[in-house]
């Protein structure tokens, strides 16, 4: 299954944001909002990759959303964000598993509470970006 060159996503809002496939490469997709240039971009890549051999592979997925925009002396800063999934071949770990583990982690970020009207809470961003553990 490949994904739709437009994807629509939701930001911590709930408002739709558009993201439109401007590259590929082997195993690497990359899609820009279109509401941004190049220039000052909010991007989303997704990438597959496998390490090891025979029964010890490990699939590597990784989907990452960037933001960049330039600072007040025009230096570009960017934010980034990513999401990497690693699930061994050995089928000890299944994907059911692994998605339990997802569901873990959006239930975490957005403090129980995501929905169409985006973030019920920022409060857990909020203690992570100050460092709390």
């Known amino acids: ?4 060159d437009n994807l629509s996503l939701d930001d911590a809002s709930g408002d739709l944001v558009a993201y439109s496939k401007i590259a ?3 195993d690497r997709i990359r899609r820009l909002d279109t ?3 190049l220039a000052e971009s909010r991007l989303m890549e997704i990438a597959h ?7 010890d592979i490990v699939d590597r ?3 990452s959303f960037s933001h960049t925009q330039n600072n007040a002396t025009g230096k570009p ?3 980034i964000v990513n999401l990497t999934v690693s699930i061994p071949r050995d089928a000890v770990v299944t994907p059911e598993d692994v998605d ?7 239930d975490f970020i957005t403090g129980g509470s995501f929905g169409d009207s985006g973030f019920g809470s920022t409060a857990t961003l909020r203690a992570l970006y100050r460092g709390e553990a």
């Open 1 to 4: 299954m490949a994904f739709s």
């Open 24 to 26: 590929s490469s082997g």
């Open 35 to 37: 509401s941004t240039t």
């Open 49 to 55: 990759n496998f390490q090891g051999s025979g029964a």
């Open 61 to 63: 997925h990784l989907v």
């Open 77 to 79: 800063r960017k934010a």
């Open 100 to 106: 339990d583990l997802i569901a873990n982690l959006v």
